[in-house]
């Protein structure tokens, strides 16, 4: 399998997935072009996409979606209520009818040999979900945009061999930054964004032997930093009460930029 992050931020996020044979993005929340300069750099094209799969219907996740799949015809996978909301979306013009696939949390599909596994997250969105990816014996997950994980969260990304899990925020730079009180309190909330010190945690309690890589990805602009994003989640599993060590696994920051090294695995 292949993983490789075209864009990953607050301003905007699309992520490929795949094999010799299958090819995904996880949202397209930058412009067609991006997309598919992204895809270039992959020795890929638009017209290998596969499929789409939708976490939610924010603008940062959708935004060159309509352009991109009328373009190419590619379908959309999506929950009844994600979709719902792009049907709703003026900005994205309109869907072909029959490019929208409803998925439903926790019942696995397949798109050609690779097999797509949505989980419920708490997000302030219709009805989002994380993308788990299998092929061949090998996991990965695509899991941003929570506000709280939980049990049920934990035990949906254990095993992963790559996993791509958001350090939105530091929570200081946030409460000292320039937000208004109402977005500040809505980040902060069980339905807003995980923070770098939670990223911790939440990656410390599912750490095992066979994981290979794990990308921190969906960083806000203005209430993050990569290097502090870095340090504070390698400094919670240090502290965490497990056997391993942040040095024990290879830890990369998806930039918000630009396409972020490949990961094959």
Do not use: W
């Amino acid at each position: 399998m292949r993983l490789c992050s075209i864009a990953s931020g607050s301003s905007g996020n699309c992520i490929y997935a795949g094999t010799d044979t299958t090819h995904v993005l996880v949202d397209v929340g930058v412009s067609r072009k991006r997309v598919e300069e992204g895809l270039a750099d992959l020795e890929l094209s638009g017209q290998d996409i596969d499929g789409i799969l939708v976490t939610h219907e924010h603008s940062d996740h959708i935004g060159g979606l309509g352009v991109f799949c009328r373009k190419y015809h590619t379908p959309i996978y999506a929950t009844a209520g994600t979709i719902a909301q792009l049907k709703n979306c003026r900005g994205l013009g309109k869907l072909p009818e029959e490019l929208l696939v409803e998925v439903t949390p926790d019942e696995a599909f397949s798109i050609k040999d690779l097999t797509v596994n949505p989980m419920h997250i708490s997000h302030d969105a219709a009805q989002p979900v994380a993308y788990r990816l299998s092929h061949a014996g090998k996991r990965a997950a695509i899991c941003t945009d929570l506000g709280v994980y939980n049990d049920y969260t934990v035990e949906c990304l254990r095993g992963m061999d790559v996993l791509l899990l958001e350090a939105n925020h530091d929570v200081h730079m946030l409460q000292a930054g320039s937000y208004p009180y109402y977005l500040k309190q809505r980040i902060l909330g069980n339905r807003g964004h995980l923070s770098n010190e939670n990223a911790g945690r939440l990656l410390s309690a599912v750490l095992h032997d066979g994981l290979q890589r794990v990308v921190l990805g969906h960083l806000s602009k203005e209430n993050n930093l990569p290097e502090l994003a870095y340090e504070t989640v390698r400094l919670e599993i240090d502290l965490a009460d497990t056997p391993y060590r942040a040095g024990d696994f290879p830890i990369q920051i998806a930039s918000r930029d630009h396409r972020s090294e490949p990961i094959r695995f």
